[in-house]
Each structure stands twice: as structure tokens, then as C-alpha cells.
T-cell receptor, first 118, second 111 residues
Framework: GAVVSQHPSWVICKSGTSVKIECRSL??????MFWYRQFPKQSLMLMAT?????????EQGVEKDKFLINHASLTLSTLTVTSAHPEDSSFYIC??????????????FGNGTRLTVT | SQQGEEDPQALSIQEGENATMNCSYK?????LQWYRQNSGRGLVHLIL?????REKHSGRLRVTLDTSKKSSSLLITASRAADTASYFC???????????FGAGTRLFVKA
């Protein structure tokens, strides 16, 4: 089955530093990847749609300068949380859809990254 | 943004019982999907039902879709302790490519 690898699985950083999270599709190509954020016991909130070779599309209320997304290849998207603050602490999850699949196909999720900003 | 509501928010049942979760959404959709999430992990896709389908089965799972009411249900039959997890419905809107998630139902199956 399609596998999405997300790294790191957890990270602790100091306030003011930046953290990069990687999302890789291991056995398929993904023109589009999605980044979600999840607070404890809550649902997934879509942050942005990452498009290979072009700018990401951010959801309303998500700061694009705060959450930098780069999708440089068909198998890798990165999310960088810049100048992290404690309120950025959350569970970040990426997902991807196989480029060869139709739109009526499921998303494949990474295992998430738990970010704690101290 | 979230698509809609799920109910119940939490459900506790005994092993062997059936569990039913409901999902409502707001916009026109291409399809509706159900996912499962174990605590602190990513999501696992369970089943996808297209907008022109009314019912779908997969093992112990049964999903219904009523586009006139903009609602769906997930039935897990003969539940097991290992079914304990959070379950989310998600919709892919017509004319868009995004998948938006509902609030989720936390299921606890007691052995």
C-alpha cells in the first residue's frame, strides 16, 4: 500500500527557533500534499495545500510567513514553523494523494509530528 | 475549516456490540471518506463512498450516504477492544481538491 513517511515524529524546540517537518511519499508520486494541524482531542484543521513546483495554497487564518511550505519534488513536501512560540505546539500531520489516482481516491497520511515549543 | 458535525462526540460500548457514528456536512461533495486514528498517530483510511452511492460495505464496516440530508453513518458490527480509536468523516467538495474533516467520534470498546 501507499506509504507516507513523516519526520520527525516528535520535536521539542525553544521559543524563537525554527523547525522543519518533512513529508515523503515513499512508493508513489504526489503532485499535491496537504498539511493539517490537530489540537488534543480535536479534529484535523487543514492548514495548506502543497503543490509541487508552485506556491502552496493556505487556508484562511493560516500565516504563510509563519508556516513555510516547500514542495520541491513529487515525493517531498516540507513544513517549516518559523520563530516558533508555545502556541504553535501541536500535532502536525501531512497527507498525500497518488498523482495517478482519480479525485475519488483516499488520502495517505504520515504518522504525524508532535511539536512542543518551550 | 471544518466541514460539519459528527455525533456522538464520544461512544462507549461493550465488546461485541455494534457502534454507529453519524456525520453531517454542509456542501456538495464528490465523495465522503471515513478514517480511523489511534491516539497520537496518523490517520488510516477505512472506506470511501462516492456521491452517487448510497451504501458500501467493507468487512465489519457499513457506510451509508444520504446526499439529500447531507449525512453519512458508519456502522461497526461486532466491535472489538482493538476498535477503540477516534473516527473521522471527511469530504472532498465538488469543484475543489481539498479534503475537510469532521469533528470526530471517540469510540471506546470495553473488553
Amino acid at each position: 500500500g501507499a506509504v507516507v513517511s513523516q519526520h520527525p515524529s516528535w520535536v521539542i524546540c525553544k521559543s524563537g527557533t525554527s523547525v522543519k517537518i518533512e513529508c515523503r511519499s515513499l512508493d508513489f508520486q504526489a503532485t499535491t500534499m496537504f498539511w493539517y494541524r490537530q489540537f488534543p482531542k480535536q479534529s484535523l484543521m487543514l492548514m495548506a495545500t502543497s503543490n509541487e513546483g508552485s506556491k502552496a495554497t493556505y487556508e484562511q487564518g493560516v500565516e504563510k510567513d509563519k508556516f513555510l511550505i516547500n514542495h520541491a519534488s513529487l515525493t517531498l513536501s516540507t513544513l517549516t514553523v518559523t520563530s516558533a512560540h508555545p502556541e504553535d505546539s501541536s500535532f502536525y500531520i501531512c497527507s498525500a494523494r497518488d498523482s495517478l489516482s482519480s479525485y475519488n481516491s483516499p488520502l495517505h497520511f504520515g504518522n504525524g509530528t508532535r511539536l512542543t515549543v518551550t | 475549516s471544518q466541514q460539519g458535525e459528527e455525533d456522538p462526540q464520544a461512544l462507549s460500548i461493550q465488546e461485541g456490540e455494534n457502534a454507529t457514528m453519524n456525520c453531517s456536512y454542509k456542501t456538495s461533495i464528490n465523495n465522503l471518506q471515513w478514517y480511523r486514528q489511534n491516539s497520537g498517530r496518523g490517520l488510516v483510511h477505512l472506506i470511501l463512498i462516492r456521491s452517487n452511492e448510497r451504501e458500501k460495505h467493507s468487512g465489519r464496516l457499513r457506510v451509508t450516504l444520504d446526499t439529500s440530508k447531507k449525512s453519512s453513518s458508519l456502522l461497526i458490527t461486532a466491535s472489538r477492544a482493538a476498535d477503540t480509536a477516534s473516527y473521522f468523516c471527511a469530504t472532498e467538495n465538488t469543484g475543489g481538491f481539498k479534503t475537510i474533516f469532521g469533528a470526530g467520534t471517540r469510540l471506546f470498546v470495553k473488553a
